[in-house]
T-cell receptor, first 111, second 115 residues
Framework: GDSVTQMEGPVTLSEEAFLTINCTYT??????LFWYVQYPGEGLQLLLK?????DKGSNKGFEATYRKETTSFHLEKGSVQVSDSAVYFC??????????FGRGTSLIVHP | GAVVSQHPSRVICKSGTSVKIECRSL??????MFWYRQFPKQSLMLMAT?????????EQGVEKDKFLINHASLTLSTLTVTSAHPEDSSFYIC???????????FGPGTRLTVT
């Protein structure tokens, strides 16, 4: 079955540092890929998405590129802010429309 | 657009009682709704998938008689935790999706505490 693997957290960075959160997936076919963000005490929000190979999703300074050859969808941001502190989930959806989530990576940004 | 609400946001109930959580899509018709349970240290567990007007499809290991899901309309799904026990205490999150759209729109979650 489908699966998503994210790097374990927490990831702790200083403000303005570069962020990478790794995500790899296993799926049959060509799934759509997503990053969701969860702020403390809240539900998840869609951060960005990519629906086909080589697509780059971007939002709020975050980017991720759908790499079919490496089955990856790593999340990056050039300069993180304290307000980016949250839990980030990588996810995929295939033709069944039933989502598969990674375990989440907590990001802590210090001033 | 694509706002999903949940009610209540927090609920405390006594062991043995039942509690109902509502999930509503406010500005769109959700063909499919999903219910998740979030455990400490973040991981999301998909409990069930529900389509309007049909029975929910439960994931393996989720007791359908304990976690009753009703999806009576295109804008409302409910999760009822029956005969709740302290181990049912958790953060429950719903999400909704549109027909033919892969992304999901999440509710803000409900914190259930069973005493």
């Amino acid at each position: 079955g489908d699966s998503v693997t994210q790097m374990e957290g927490p990831v702790t960075l200083s403000e303005e540092a570069f962020l990478t959160i790794n995500c790899t997936y296993t799926a049959t076919g060509y799934p759509s890929l997503f990053w969701y963000v969860q702020y403390p005490g809240e539900g998840l929000q869609l951060l960005l998405k990519a629906t086909k190979a080589d697509d780059k999703g971007s939002n709020k300074g975050f980017e991720a590129t759908y790499r079919k050859e490496t089955t990856s969808f790593h999340l990056e941001k050039g300069s993180v802010q304290v307000s980016d502190s949250a839990v980030y989930f990588c996810a995929l959806s295939d033709l069944s429309y039933i989502p598969t989530f990674g375990r989440g990576t907590s990001l802590i940004v210090h001033p | 657009g694509a706002v999903v609400s949940q009610h209540p946001s927090r609920v405390i109930c006594k062991s043995g009682t039942s509690v109902k959580i509502e999930c509503r899509s406010l500005d769109f018709q959700a063909t499919t709704m999903f219910w998740y349970r979030q455990f400490p240290k973040q991981s999301l567990m998909l409990m069930a998938t529900s389509n309007e007007g049909s029975k929910a499809t439960y994931e393996q290991g989720v007791e359908k008689d304990k976690f009753l899901i009703n999806h009576a309309s295109l804008t409302l799904s409910t999760l009822t935790v029956t005969s709740a026990h302290p181990e049912d205490s958790s953060f429950y999150i719903c999400s909704a999706s549109l027909a033919g759209v892969y992304e999901q729109y999440f509710g803000p979650g409900t914190r259930l505490t069973v005493t």
